[in-house]
């Protein structure tokens, strides 16, 4: 059975302090229940050693929002996965919609962070999902085979053995209109039988496919329900200790 992974994508915010006290807090209000799922944090880069010295003891991981492709070198402004490794990061989000829209990365950029974070033993959380213009003109499992097909390419099982893939349709993110547990189901059991064609069913099968978009403690419970929803990549209410615990225990 999969284990259900509850992911906090803090995106541009907390400082240093805000940093210390959000997981303070967060560790203050796990419990019993919360200790069934798994917990990742990801918080801006200059908090992760601060937030290491906070997790490292606890069963919270440590996640990096993105990271660049290359080793090292004149790339002014990237981070290497060799530095987030030092930090203490298992985890990696590569490809969220911010990054694509935003910072214009391609299906081939966030392919090459794929290839280079599994390289140094960084688990990617590869993100997927379609805008809601590409839902509204019914290419939503088209899009979504094309960011699969693509940001795998040339990777293999064992390559991808810790891969999370998270499912975060982009009107969903952000707006308080979260997919509704049918919707995001439909698209979930797509993405894992894509997984079974291009690897096979028993890879797919235990693959941990998050969702993520307006995920609040409200919402959580019925999302996590569905069968090939496997956790949550939480963006605003990871920045709030008990909310981001409810959604722990909703799992
Ligand atoms: P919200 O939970 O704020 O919609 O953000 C989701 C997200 O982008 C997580 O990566």
Same mark, same amino acid.
């Given at each position: 059975?999969?284990?259900?992974?509850?992911? @906090?994508?803090?995106?541009?915010?907390?400082?240093?302090? #805000?940093?210390?006290?959000?997981?303070?807090?967060?560790?203050?209000?796990?419990?019993?229940?919360?200790?069934?799922?798994?917990?990742?944090?990801?918080?801006?880069?200059?908090?992760?050693?601060?937030?290491?010295?906070?997790?490292?003891?606890?069963?919270?991981?440590?996640?990096?929002? =993105?990271?660049?492709?290359?080793?090292?070198?004149? $790339?002014?402004?990237?981070?290497?996965?060799?530095?987030?490794?030092?930090? #203490?990061?298992?985890?990696?989000?590569?490809?969220?919609?911010?990054?694509?829209?935003?910072?214009?990365?391609?299906?081939?950029?966030?392919?090459?962070?794929i /290839?280079?974070?599994?390289?140094?033993?960084?688990?990617?959380? $590869?993100?997927?999902?379609?805008?809601?213009?590409?839902?509204? /003109? @019914?290419?939503? $499992?088209? %899009?979504?085979?094309?960011? %699969?097909?693509? #940001?795998l390419?040339g990777l293999t099982?064992?390559e991808l053995?810790?891969?999370?893939?998270?499912?975060?349709?982009?009107?969903?993110?952000?707006?308080?209109? =979260?997919?509704?547990?049918?919707?995001?189901?439909?698209?979930?059991?797509?993405?894992?039988?894509? %997984?079974?064609?291009?690897?096979?069913? @028993?890879?797919?099968?235990?693959?941990?496919?998050?969702?993520?978009?307006?995920?609040?403690?409200?919402?959580? /419970?019925?999302?996590?329900?569905?069968?090939?929803?496997?956790?949550?990549?939480? #963006?605003?209410?990871?920045?709030?200790?008990?909310? $981001? %615990?409810?959604?722990?225990?909703?799992?």
């Amino acid at each position: 059975m999969r284990k259900k992974v509850i992911a @906090g994508n803090w995106k541009m915010n907390n400082d240093v302090n #805000g940093t210390v006290n959000l997981i303070s807090e967060i560790k203050k209000e796990l419990n019993a229940k919360s200790q069934k799922a798994d917990i990742i944090v990801c918080p801006p880069f200059t908090n992760l050693e601060t937030a290491y010295a906070l997790v490292k003891d606890s069963t919270i991981k440590l996640g990096a929002q =993105n990271m660049y492709f290359e080793e090292s070198g004149a $790339f002014t402004g990237e981070i290497s996965p060799s530095m987030l490794k030092s930090t #203490g990061c298992e985890f990696v989000i590569l490809g969220h919609s911010e990054r694509r829209t935003i910072f214009h990365e391609t299906d081939q950029t966030i392919n090459k962070k794929i /290839k280079t974070a599994v390289k140094h033993g960084l688990k990617p959380i $590869f993100c997927i999902g379609e805008t809601l213009e590409e839902r509204e /003109k @019914g290419i939503t $499992f088209k %899009v979504i085979e094309t960011q %699969v097909r693509n #940001g795998l390419e040339g990777l293999t099982q064992s390559e991808l053995s810790d891969m999370i893939i998270a499912y975060e349709p982009v009107w969903a993110i952000g707006t308080g209109r =979260n997919a509704t547990p049918q919707q995001a189901q439909e698209v979930h059991q797509f993405i894992r039988g894509l %997984v079974a064609k291009l690897y096979n069913q @028993g890879f797919a099968d235990q693959l941990v496919i998050q969702y993520g978009g307006s995920v609040k403690p409200d919402n959580a /419970k019925e999302l996590l329900s569905q069968p090939d929803i496997d956790g949550a990549l939480v #963006g605003g209410a990871c920045l709030k200790a008990d909310l $981001f %615990v409810k959604i722990i225990d909703a799992a």
